[in-house]
């Protein structure tokens, strides 16, 4: 059985190099970084940091391929260094999340005793979005519009409902989608959903992955036994139109893929986005 750690790093090497750490103290047999194409020093300083270290190997990519592809880079060299096996436990885990072995024990063990287990998570400490419900069409078809994100936001309503977990006896409760940020999974059931779906560049990426797996038959799983630091923030560092163009068009990806909206539904998507767009006076190019 091996504990094998993934982290996408793009730009903030020292929060990458004290997770990388942090996973190793907690009981993490190997640790596979990948650098997204960071436009600043991060290789040179994860080489200095690691290479001395048989538990950390680095990876580089040549162009920024985004979150999905990014992670998928680090899943299928895992695959081929250390092979397919049902009890090899995956921990994919962003660069601004603090994990103990309290955390790493709790989720290894889960994964390896439930055979219908897809991804697995502990809570995060004081954020109560750490699991949310399915995005349904009529929310992204709603949500996508910016004036009703406003008005939602301000009754207190948000496109992804998270769980609120109350206190209760219940070690774990089913969720829809587990946080990015950090969970596990065993191997071969994240190998036999393909990884995750490299179609969307950033965003919606957790989303995609829960209807893979819901798609075969397993079920999200969120631990209430421990929890762990997330920072928030920690990759993204983009211009608020650039980021909500990555959500409007992985939002739309899922709208086709996933929540098979038809050909009306996707055209009041996209006149929505061009009908704000006129009125703030801005656009997104898409380009990365």
């Not at 004290?18 to 009981?27: D, E, V």
């Not at 055979?115 to 699991?131: P, S």
Request: with cysteine; net charge neutral.
């Amino acid at each position: 059985m091996l504990k094998l750690g993934l982290i996408l790093n793009y730009r903030n090497y020292q929060q990458t190099i004290l997770c990388c750490h942090n996973l190793i103290k907690a009981g993490v047999d190997q640790v596979t970084i990948v650098d997204n194409a960071s436009p600043n020093d991060s290789v040179q300083q994860l080489h200095a940091a690691f290479d001395p270290c048989r538990q950390v190997s680095i990876l580089t990519t040549k162009s920024n391929l985004g979150y999905a592809q990014g992670n998928n880079v680090g899943l299928r060299a895992i695959e081929s260094k250390f092979g397919l096996a049902a009890d090899h436990v995956l921990l994919v885990v962003n660069p601004d999340s603090l994990l103990d072995s309290e955390n790493v024990e709790q989720v290894t063990n889960f994964c390896l005793s439930h055979e219908d287990a897809g991804t697995v998570t502990v809570l995060q400490r004081e954020n109560q979005k750490t699991a949310w419900h399915n995005l349904t069409k009529k929310k992204a078809l709603l949500y996508n519009s910016r004036i009703f994100s406003k008005l939602a936001y301000h009754f207190g309503k948000e496109e992804a409902t998270p769980y609120h977990v109350t206190q209760s006896e219940a070690k774990s409760i089913k969720v829809d989608v587990n946080s990015g940020a950090f969970f596990a999974i065993r191997q071969t059931v994240f190998s036999k959903v393909g990884y995750f779906d490299s179609a969307t560049f950033l965003y919606y990426e957790e989303q995609a992955l829960t209807f893979k797996l819901q798609a075969q038959g397993y079920q999200n799983y969120l631990l209430l036994t421990s929890s762990y630091v997330h920072k928030g923030q920690g990759s993204t560092q983009l211009a608020s139109r650039e980021v909500l163009g990555y959500y409007q068009q992985s939002r739309r990806y899922l709208l086709t893929q996933y929540l098979h909206a038809g050909k009306f539904a996707l055209l009041f998507y996209d006149w929505t986005i061009k009908f704000e767009d006129l009125l703030t006076g801005d656009h997104f190019s898409g380009k990365h």
